[in-house]
Structure formats: structure tokens, C-alpha cells
């Protein structure tokens, strides 16, 4: 039997074997290789997130413009589900078997196939079943809900916007797509971000900050309690509650008066720069861009040939027409090359005009709105002799004339707090040198002395105009935001810029303004309101797209100013016939709070230029 | 005199002192893979832990009887132990099935697994058998009859069905193959069949068992390989192809070692040995690959999920899927006593982690350092066995601890062998460790009837 003694090292050399390799495999698995490690996170470990509720949007009377609404989805988990009361159940959701069977089906073709066509539908996980309560929908069943075993709800907000109104200002939300995941690491798949207005802008204010708890999850993918004693959770911390310097009356209010009709209404506070009224028509409700049915009403609007979508206080270009002449007349009486009293004749061969009585003064001529008078204007600011070869002059005389021009917010953004405001354009020596060869002087470009040509401006850069004109010479950016709960507003808002116009020259041409409204050969009568000392000027800008747009900015009261205002009315002619009366009734509806001349209302709100282009 | 030396003088004290250690250890492991809030305290007779407590004073108990007992009983009495282990296999068959499978035979609420005992009837007998047989034990009737102890529990269990169990009596086959029992009659039989092949000059005796275990490891190499392939001087070729070249490699080396060391008279039947084996292990590699490629969709896939080349983590493989997680996200320290995210009763991914996936939960909480500190108290143990096994004049005794080592073997390797992925999951207990009273006492009473044969090896000589 000795023979055979050797053989103990045979079985003591395979038990050693496999002792060894156990202890490179465990060694392997258990400290280099992190495969399982990752299993083993991906299997017990639950990081979830708490989502804080986003900030509230109100007005700057504490009307809410924005507010979150919560939504109940009813989860069920099917192999929790004992004793279920079908009856019941369809008489608490008022659905019948068939629906009911109907809602289970989609629930679970919902969920997709793996690559061997099983359903990914699983009996111990929670899906939604029925989706979409209201509060007050759920209230109901609550209580009743609780009798069914395997349902529980799920809380979910969305946006909603209660006033239906100021969708250009406000914007709209939809889930980040791969650009938003790659510049900010803060959202993840299925996080919805402002896209648009207020939700974009004050974006970082109003989501607050994301929570995470680290939990552990049982083997059927319950959360079975906290990791390390919650060592590493943080606490959601909600968003900021925003008041925005809106007026929601106003605003919906110029949205009424603009109905049918094409264009943007920009009402400031001269002040303070505050915006009181955003309108850009036609708009929309905001509460179509919500949550699941963005896609499609998205998708309707873009689609819709009057752009709905476009914000034409920001973005649309037009020209100033004859509200330029203000800037015009102030920009001569500064460079000293015509003074308030000075009189000019209106020779109609120099520029076509309407029949009116010479204007003897820098009043008169705003007033009267007289073509020649600020052709002559002009031609002294870009002519002004300083050398004799009249192209060179005219550079001189231009370059000066840009940079007043550029100090009253025009030809560059104001940079509002709404994204996407353009520049407008105002045209320089650089810009004429290239279209003329440099051989250009005041006869080529004098269109611009009365805001036809080149110049290019938005109305939200004409409602600044009309502050500059309500603060006699200077402005303070425009904003939406008041007010950020726990913060203080940029400072940028605060900050006066002055003109290169002094003051006293605004006087003049003020008083040509109140003229403009009050006095009989004034172009705006229409917009005259008892008590309210509208000061305005109208502008009737010519376009090559078809009629002339109604344009008007004004200012109320005369002295002390509460409310400058810009109206474009696209397409709608003269801007005494249609700009101005808008413009008299919202600064009406803000100073007194209520309209009394009806007959003025009702012919603009019954006014439809989409459905009857006729323009009287 | 030596009538006077007592059973303490010659007891091993090391055998025992290692099951105590294991014991313990395995203990508080279950307090932690069962642990209930509810019942915090150790001794929570309600539980598995407290319930563990009772079952290793049980298995004192028996072990201590043991210890007083004539040890002449065991082979006196060896085949009706054998007998009433194999009725109890008998019963349990006409029980109600829990699990799929007819393992456990009740008493009230307690019960026993008869599969248990009978690895130890199976090894007393055993050893009663090869002790008695002479030394023309080589005939084919002695080599049947040894087999036939071994095979008549194995059918039973199959019956219940068990396969950890039935794998488990596999192990036998080490004990055969130290003591020398040939498989050349059934090779012979199989032989015959071949023609152009002598059979009756093929003598491989009991080398039958290690060729099988080499023969396994080639077709589950080739298995895995199955579907690689690997570059061999620019050329792809299909990863089998590398088993090849390993054994034609071997085959040149080995035949250089030959004519350096080997006398030349030796030489030529070495070489011939040599290169037969080569083109054996070579026939066999082709022969499955051809077989794998042969099968269907459906077969290689089952084939593939055995090995662990197809991982369906959610479905067929959950409890390997989960039990390597929690084996992996051990790490070097582990997560701490009590402190297993996965491996543990409240999280619950790891199933059966009290019994059959006990491991789990040790690798999970201690580590790799705890992992190893265990597989090598084990592996001492083994050693310890073989060692007494060796030192034996007694062929009862030798034969009986190279039984329990090799069935302890087993246990060790396919249990901890299924939590790390090397071998297939087939639900078998860790000795001392997993949870259960059958499975403690039966090794309970191997180790101590070991110790008490032992103790007689200076005055027995049979």
C-alpha cells in the first residue's frame, strides 16, 4: 500500500490549486476589478434626488404671473395588489372595465420590449397608472385610494401661468436637451430648463437647487432607509419667488387693445426704467407651452405664418419714422447749429410733406411733424462747413451726429433682462463709406433726418426713447425684475445714462410733444385724454412689405412722468390714426386705473387688420 | 501502560481547536445574515442565530458521545449505520416536496436532511469495506462493491432531487483513487468496443480518477474558448486552437525533460505515453468544439449561462449576478461586521445568504482579508485531515479521513466556488458555516469521530 503513499500530494496539490486560485479570483473581484463593486451600487443603491419647488413669478402688485401646480400620478405596483375591487375602482376614477383595462394595456406598452421582445414591464416595480389629477381631482379620491393596496399617488408640479397673458415676457420651459447637459452640469436627463423670457433668464434664481438623498433599495427596488446616516444627503433648497415690474392689467389690457392687429406696445416706468407692459402681437397663452403637450402646440405655433413665437418688442427692426425727429431736433440744438426758435420753411421740393402752417419753432416743428424742417436740421449737423471738401465734411459732421445718436440706447442692445434683444442699426461714416465708394454727403442719406433709411430700431428701444423725452435726457436700462426674494437685483438697473443732449434742449421739443396732443395741427389728437397731459410723437414709418406702420411714443403726465410708452401698429398707416389712441389708452388705463372713453376702446378693439386691412 | 493513557492524552487538540474557531466564526456570521431588528440579542432562540446556538450545543453534545464511545462500535456496526442512513434516504422520499425537492424529513416543526448523515454512513461504510478487503483488492468484484456504497446514495439522492448532494458523493472518487481502486474493468469494457485497440494492454489502474478531473478542466477550457479566437503568428484562428498549441508546446517540453532526465531504458515508454496523451487531449479538445458547434441555439446558450459566458443578470443568473456583487463590493476590508448592503435579511439581493450563500455576507462584511483568513482555515483543516489520514496504521481510519476531507473539499469548493463564479450554482451547505442543524451535526460527528479514531492510532492495528 506504500506504493500508493505519493498520491497524498496529488490530492493535497489539488486542494492547494484550488485554494489559489479562490484567492487570485477573490482578489480580483474584490480589489481590482470594479465590475462588481459597480453591480453591487447599481443593485443596492438609490441616489435620489429632491427637486425643489420653483421660484413664483409675481407682478409688481402681488399678482401671481407664474405659479406651480401640482399633479397627481396614481402608481401601482401589480404584485402588490391584493383584493382589488374592480367595481369600485372604476366607480372612484369614473371609468368603466373597458377603459380601465384599455389605461393598464398602454401603461404597460408603454414600457418598451428588451431586444427579445419581453416587455421591460416589471410585476414589482411602480408604474403610473393614471396620470394628470388635479389637486382637487385627487382630494376626492385620497381618502378612497388608500383602500386598494398595491396604488399609492405621486406628486408632480408644473408651470402654470394664471393670468393667460405676457407669454413673450414670461417664456415657457421644456426638458434640456444634450447642449443644456454639456454647459451646465447641474441638469440631468428629464430636468426641464427655461427656454424663453423670465424662465430663461432668471433661470438660475427661480430652479433653486437640487437635493440628493443616498438610499439603499431592497432587493424588489423598494427604498429600504438611508446610507451612513444620511451623512451625505442635502436638502433641496427651492427657488427664488420673483417680482417682475410688469403690470398684469396693463398687460393684458394692451394684448386686448392688440388683438387683430400686428405689432408690440412698451410701456416703462421713466423713473426707474421699469417695464409695465411687454405686448408682442399676436401672442399666446403661455399655458400651452406646459409639460407633455409643449410638442405639439409648439410645433402649431412655429407653424403659424404670423409668428406668434416672435418677440417684436426685442427683436423685430423697423424704423423710427418721424418720432426721430426728436432726436434729430436735440442732437441740432446741442451741436448748437439751430436753436429752439429758429424757423424753417417747408419747402416740399427738399422732402415731401403735408400741408401745415411754417413751423416757426423747434416746437412748431414737432408739432406740425414737418419733413423740411428737420431736413434742414440735419443737413446743419452733417454739414457744418468745418471743411471744404463737402465729402469730408459730411464725416465729420455724421461721426458727431453717431455718437449722440448711440448715447440715447440706440444702434446697440439695451440689454434688458429678456435674452435675444437686437441692436437695431444706425448708420456711420464706415457703413456709408463702404455703400456710397466715400463719395457720399448729406444729400445722399438725408432720409435719415426723419428716421426713414438706414435706421433701424426696436420698440422697446423707442419705449426707452420715450423715457429719455419723460426724463428730459436720460434713461435707466429697462427691466422686468423688481424685486428677487433674498437678493439683491443687478445694479446695472439702477444706473442713470445720460444723453450727450442737455437738458434744457429737451424743453423745447417737449413742449412740441404736448403740442403735438393738444393743439388743433397737432398729428396725435387722438390721443388726447382729459386731465392726463399725454405728451407723444407720431411716426408713420414707410415699409416695402405694404402699408405703412402706425408708430407713436409718448409720455404722461408732462411734468413728473409715471408711464413713456412705445406702440408699433405694423402695416396700419398714419401713427395718429392708430398707434396713438392705443398708446392714450393704456398710459389712461395705468394713471387712472380704469377707461372712460369708450367709443375710443371700442374702435380699437373691434379693429381687425388681420381679417380687414382697410385702414379707417 | 498505555491502558492508561486516556482519550486527552491522545486526542488531537489542533483538529479540535479548528472546529471550534470555525463554529464560532460561522456563528456570528449568521447573527449578521440574519440579524433581525426585532431580536437583537444573540441568544433570540426565535431566530437563525439563536437557533444555530442550540444546534452547535446539539452537535457538542453528539461529539462528546462520540468521544466516550468504543470506537469498535463504527466498524463493528459500520454497515447498519450505512443501513439506517439509506432507509432515512428511503423515507424522505415519500414526504412532501418543499422546493422542488423531497430533502427534509420532520419531526413538528423541526427537521432533519437525511442527505447529510448519509455522506457520513456512506464514509464509515466505506472505510469498513476497503479495511476488510484484501490485498488482491484490485479484482473487479471488490472495485464494484466499493463503487455500488457510493452509487446506491447517490441514486436516492438524485431522487429527491439534490444535486449539490449528488455532487457532492463524487468525492469518493479521491478516496478510491488513494487506495487504489481500479477503473480498468469499466475502461476495459469500454475498450472492447474500439476496433484495433488491446484493450488488456491499457492499465491505468486507479490514474483513471486524475485523467477524468484533467479530462473535465480540457472540456470546459474548450467550452470557454469556444467563441474567441486568438492571433497566432498573423494568423486568426479560433480560440481552441490555443489549447492545442499549449499541449503541443507541453508535448516538446515534456519530451526534452524526458531524454535529459529519464534513463534510456525508461525512455521509450515514456515517450510513447507522452505522445499518446498529447493526441488524446488534442482528439478530445476537436471533439467538443465539434459537438459545441453542432448544438443548437438554445443548448449553447444554457451551455454558455452554465460557464458564465452569457450573463442574463435579472433572470437565470440572478443568484450568481447577486452573489458576486456582494462578494465584489467587499473590497480589501470589507464594509464591516453587520454592515452588508447586500448580502444582508434587510436589503435581501443575495437569497439564501444564511445558508447556501453564507459566504456572501462573510466576503461582503470582512473582505478580502476575511474571505482569505477563512479559505485558509479551511485549507489547514484539509491538511490537518490529510495529515492524521497519513499517520494512520489503521486502514479504517485513513480511509475515513481521506472520506471527510474530500467531502469537506467539495463543500468548500463548489460553495464558495458559486459566490465568486467558478463553479456552477448548485445549493450545497458551507461546512460550519451555513446555517442548519443537519449539515453542523453530520460534520460535527465526521470531525470528532475522526478525532476519537485518531486517538486510538497507537493501540489499534487493524
Keep these: 500500500m506504500n506504493s500508493l503513499e505519493y498520491r497524498k500530494f496529488v490530492v493535497l496539490f489539488f486542494i492547494a490549486i484550488t485554494a489559489g486560485v479562490f484567492s487570485v479570483r477573490m482578489f480580483y473581484m474584490q480589489i481590482i476589478d470594479d465590475k462588481w463593486k459597480l453591480r453591487a451600487e447599481e443593485i443596492s443603491k438609490y441616489k435620489m434626488t429632491t427637486y425643489p419647488t420653483r421660484g413664483i413669478v409675481y407682478d409688481r402688485s402681488g399678482n401671481k404671473l407664474i405659479a406651480n401646480e401640482t399633479y397627481y400620478d396614481i402608481m401601482m405596483i401589480e404584485d402588490e395588489i391584493s383584493n382589488f375591487d374592480t367595481t369600485l375602482f372604476c366607480q372612484l376614477f369614473k371609468i368603466n372595465k373597458e377603459e380601465l383595462v384599455e389605461i393598464y394595456q398602454n401603461m404597460v406598452d408603454k414600457q418598451g420590449k428588451d431586444k427579445k421582445g419581453k416587455s421591460n414591464y416589471r410585476k414589482f416595480k411602480p408604474y403610473p397608472l393614471i396620470t394628470g389629477l388635479s389637486s382637487d381631482d385627487f382630494s376626492k379620491v385620497a381618502t378612497e385610494l388608500q383602500k386598494f393596496p398595491g396604488f399609492f399617488e405621486n406628486v408632480r408640479t408644473l408651470r402654470k401661468y394664471p393670468q393667460n397673458s405676457g407669454a413673450h415676457v414670461l417664456g415657457y420651459m421644456n426638458e434640456v436637451d444634450g447642449t443644456d447637459?454639456?454647459?451646465?452640469?447641474?441638469?440631468?436627463?428629464g430636468d426641464y430648463i427655461g427656454r424663453t423670457g423670465i424662465e430663461n433668464y432668471y433661470e438660475e434664481d427661480l430652479r433653486g437647487r437640487k437635493g440628493v438623498q443616498y438610499l439603499m433599495k431592497d432587493a424588489r427596488g423598494n427604498i429600504s432607509g438611508s446610507q451612513e446616516e444620511s451623512k451625505y444627503d442635502t436638502a433641496a433648497v427651492p427657488g427664488r419667488n420673483l417680482e417682475l415690474t410688469l403690470d398684469a392689467d396693463l398687460q393684458t389690457y394692451g394684448e386686448l387693445l392688440m388683438k387683430g392687429k400686428i405689432g408690440s406696445v412698451v410701456a416703462i416706468e421713466?423713473?426707474?426704467?421699469?417695464?409695465?407692459?411687454?405686448?408682442?402681437?399676436?401672442?399666446?397663452?403661455?399655458?400651452?407651452?406646459?409639460?407633455?403637450?409643449?410638442?405639439?402646440?409648439?410645433?402649431t405655433l412655429?407653424?403659424?405664418?404670423?409668428?406668434?413665437?416672435?418677440?417684436?418688442?426685442?427683436?423685430?427692426?423697423?424704423?423710427?419714422?418721424?418720432?426721430?425727429?426728436?432726436?434729430?431736433?436735440?442732437?441740432?440744438?446741442?451741436?448748437?447749429?439751430?436753436?429752439?426758435?429758429?424757423?424753417?420753411s417747408c419747402i416740399k421740393s427738399l422732402v415731401n410733406c403735408h400741408g401745415h402752417p411754417t413751423a416757426l419753432s423747434m416746437s412748431d416743428g414737432v408739432k406740425y411733424s414737418c419733413n423740411p424742417y428737420f431736413y434742414q436740421v440735419m443737413s446743419r449737423i452733417v454739414q457744418q462747413g468745418k471743411s471744404r471738401n463737402i465729402f469730408k465734411d459730411s464725416k465729420i459732421g455724421l461721426a458727431e451726429w453717431y455718437e449722440y445718436v448711440r448715447s440715447f440706447g440706440l444702434g446697440q442692445p439695451l440689454n434688458i433682462d429678456l435674452a435675444g434683444d437686437i441692436p437695431g442699426f444706425i448708420p456711420d461714416v464706415e457703413y456709408y463709406d463702404k455703400v456710397y465708394?466715400?463719395?457720399?454727403?448729406?444729400?445722399?442719406?438725408?432720409?435719415?433726418?426723419?428716421?426713414?433709411?438706414?435706421?433701424?430700431?426696436?420698440?422697446?428701444?423707442?419705449?426707452?426713447?420715450?423715457?429719455?423725452?419723460?426724463?428730459?435726457?436720460?434713461?435707466?436700462?429697462?427691466?422686468?425684475v423688481k424685486s428677487i426674494k433674498g437678493k439683491d437685483i443687478s445694479d446695472r438697473f439702477q444706473e442713470k445714462h445720460y444723453t450727450k443732449v442737455k437738458s434744457e434742449y429737451f424743453n423745447p421739443i417737449v413742449e412740441g410733444m404736448w403740442r403735438v396732443v393738444?393743439?388743433?395741427?397737432?398729428?396725435?389728437?387722438?390721443?388726447?385724454?382729459?386731465?392726463?397731459?399725454?405728451?407723444?410723437?407720431?411716426?408713420?414709418?414707410?415699409?416695402?412689405?405694404?402699408?405703412?406702420?402706425?408708430?407713436?411714443?409718448?409720455?404722461?403726465?408732462?411734468?413728473?412722468?409715471?408711464?413713456?410708452?412705445?406702440?408699433?401698429?405694423?402695416n396700419a398707416g398714419f401713427g395718429g390714426t392708430w398707434a396713438a389712441p392705443i398708446a392714450s389708452l393704456m398710459i389712461e388705463k395705468f394713471l387712472n386705473g380704469e377707461v372712460k372713453q369708450e367709443a375710443k376702446e371700442k374702435r380699437i378693439i373691434e379693429k381687425n387688420f388681420l381679417t380687414d386691412p382697410s385702414i379707417h | 501502560m498505555r491502558k492508561n493513557e486516556t482519550i486527552l492524552d491522545n486526542i488531537d487538540w489542533s483538529l479540535i481547536l479548528l472546529y471550534f474557531v470555525l463554529t464560532i466564526l460561522g456563528l456570528f456570521n449568521i447573527y449578521s445574515a440574519s440579524y433581525n431588528e426585532e431580536f437583537p440579542s444573540l441568544f433570540s432562540f426565535s431566530q437563525e442565530y439563536?437557533?444555530?446556538?442550540?444546534?452547535?450545543?446539539?452537535?457538542?453534545?453528539?461529539?462528546?458521545?462520540?468521544?466516550?464511545?468504543?470506537?469498535?462500535?463504527?466498524?463493528?456496526?459500520?454497515?447498519?449505520?450505512?443501513?439506517?442512513?439509506?432507509?432515512?434516504?428511503?423515507?424522505?422520499?415519500?414526504?412532501?416536496?418543499?422546493?422542488?425537492?423531497?430533502?427534509?424529513?420532520?419531526?413538528?416543526?423541526?427537521?432533519?436532511?437525511?442527505?447529510?448523515?448519509?455522506?457520513?454512513?456512506t464514509a464509515i461504510a466505506i472505510s469498513a469495506y476497503i479495511?476488510?478487503?484484501?490485498?488482491?483488492?484490485?479484482?473487479?468484484?471488490?472495485?464494484?462493491?466499493?463503487?455500488?456504497i457510493v452509487l446506491f446514495p447517490m441514486a436516492l439522492i438524485l431522487l429527491q432531487p439534490d444535486a449539490g448532494t449528488f455532487v457532492v458523493f463524487t468525492s469518493f472518487l479521491w478516496v478510491f483513487y488513494r487506495e487504489g481502486i481500479s477503473y480498468d474493468f469499466i475502461l476495459g469494457f469500454i475498450l472492447r468496443l474500439i476496433p484495433f485497440v488491446d484493450h488488456t494492454r491499457i492499465k491505468i489502474g486507479s490514474n483513471f480518477i486524475p485523467l477524468l478531473i484533467v479530462s473535465g478542466i480540457l472540456v470546459v477550457s474548450t467550452l470557454l474558448l469556444s467563441q474567441t479566437t486568438i492571433q497566432f503568428f498573423g494568423m486568426t484562428l479560433p480560440g481552441f486552437w490555443g489549447l492545442i498549441i499549449s499541449i503541443s508546446v507541453f508535448l516538446i517540453l515534456a519530451l526534452i525533460v524526458a531524454r535529459i532526465t529519464v534513463m534510456l531504458r525508461e525512455r521509450k515508454k515514456l515517450y510513447y505515453i507522452l505522445i499518446v496523451a498529447a493526441i488524446a487531449s488534442s482528439s478530445l479538445v476537436f471533439a467538443v468544439n465539434s459537438v459545441f458547434d453542432y448544438l443548437k441555439p438554445h443548448q449553447k446558450e444554457r451551455i454558455e449561462l452554465f460557464l458564465g459566458l452569457e450573463e442574463d443578470p435579472d433572470g437565470k443568473d440572478y443568484n450568481r449576478n447577486r452573489a458576486?456583487?456582494?462578494?465584489?463590493?467587499?473590497?480589501?476590508?470589507?464594509?464591516?461586521?453587520?454592515?452588508?448592503?447586500?448580502?444582508?435579511?434587510?436589503?435581501?439581493?443575495?437569497?439564501?445568504?444564511?445558508?447556501?450563500?453564507?459566504?456572501c455576507t462573510l466576503a461582503e462584511e470582512w473582505g478580502f482579508v476575511g474571505g482569505i483568513l477563512v479559505l485558509s482555515l479551511f485549507v489547514v483543516l484539509l491538511f490537518k485531515i490529510i495529515q492524521i489520514a497519513e499517520r494512520q496504521r489503521s486502514t479504517f481510519t485513513r480511509v475515513f479521513a481521506y472520506s471527510i476531507a474530500v467531502i469537506i473539499f467539495y463543500h468548500l469548493a463548489i460553495n464558495i466556488g458559486m459566490t465568486i463564479g467558478l463553479a456552477p450554482v448548485i445549493g450545497i451547505p458551507l461546512p460550519f458555516f451555513s446555517y442548519g442543524g443537519s449539515s453542523l451535526m453530520s460534520f460535527t460527528m465526521m470531525l470528532f469521530v475522526l478525532a476519537k479514531l485518531d486517538s486510538e492510532r497507537k493501540n489499534v492495528f487493524r
Design chain 1, 181 to 189: 447637459l454639456e454647459k451646465d452640469h447641474y441638469y440631468r436627463m
Design chain 1, 270 to 299: 421713466p423713473s426707474s426704467g421699469e417695464i409695465l407692459a411687454f405686448v408682442s402681437s399676436p401672442t399666446y397663452d403661455p399655458n400651452l407651452l406646459i409639460g407633455k403637450k409643449i410638442g405639439k402646440n409648439f410645433l
Design chain 1, 302 to 344: 412655429q407653424e403659424d405664418s404670423l409668428k406668434p413665437l416672435f418677440n417684436r418688442p426685442l427683436q423685430a427692426k423697423y424704423p423710427p419714422g418721424s418720432t426721430f425727429k426728436l432726436v434729430t431736433g436735440l442732437i441740432g440744438m446741442q451741436m448748437g447749429v439751430v436753436d429752439s426758435n429758429r424757423a424753417f
Design chain 1, 437 to 480: 465708394n466715400k463719395a457720399w454727403a448729406f444729400s445722399t442719406i438725408y432720409s435719415i433726418s426723419i428716421g426713414q433709411g438706414e435706421v433701424g430700431v426696436t420698440p422697446i428701444q423707442m419705449a426707452n426713447l420715450a423715457c429719455i423725452m419723460a426724463n428730459r435726457g436720460y434713461y435707466y436700462v429697462p427691466h422686468l
Design chain 1, 518 to 570: 393738444h393743439e388743433p395741427g397737432g398729428t396725435a389728437r387722438r390721443a388726447k385724454t382729459e386731465g392726463l397731459n399725454v405728451c407723444g410723437k407720431t411716426g408713420t414709418a414707410q415699409n416695402p412689405h405694404g402699408e405703412d406702420h402706425s408708430i407713436f411714443i409718448a409720455f404722461a403726465p408732462k411734468d413728473n412722468p409715471k408711464i413713456a410708452i412705445a406702440v408699433y401698429v405694423e
Design chain 2, 50 to 121: 439563536g437557533k444555530q446556538i442550540i444546534w452547535i450545543a446539539v452537535s457538542m453534545f453528539l461529539g462528546f458521545i462520540v468521544l466516550l464511545l468504543e470506537s469498535d462500535i463504527l466498524w463493528k456496526y459500520a454497515y447498519w449505520f450505512y443501513a439506517v442512513c439509506m432507509l432515512l434516504l428511503i423515507a424522505v422520499l415519500f414526504t412532501r416536496e418543499i422546493n422542488g425537492a423531497r430533502s427534509w424529513l420532520g419531526f413538528g416543526s423541526m427537521g432533519i436532511q437525511p442527505s447529510e448523515f448519509a455522506k457520513l454512513g
Design chain 2, 131 to 148: 479495511s476488510n478487503m484484501n490485498i488482491k483488492l484490485q479484482s473487479q468484484s471488490s472495485a464494484f462493491y466499493a463503487n455500488l
Design chain 2, 324 to 359: 458576486m456583487a456582494a462578494v465584489g463590493s467587499g473590497s480589501f476590508l470589507g464594509k464591516g461586521y453587520h454592515k452588508a448592503t447586500l448580502a444582508s435579511p434587510q436589503q435581501g439581493h443575495v437569497p439564501m445568504q444564511s445558508t447556501d450563500f453564507i459566504f
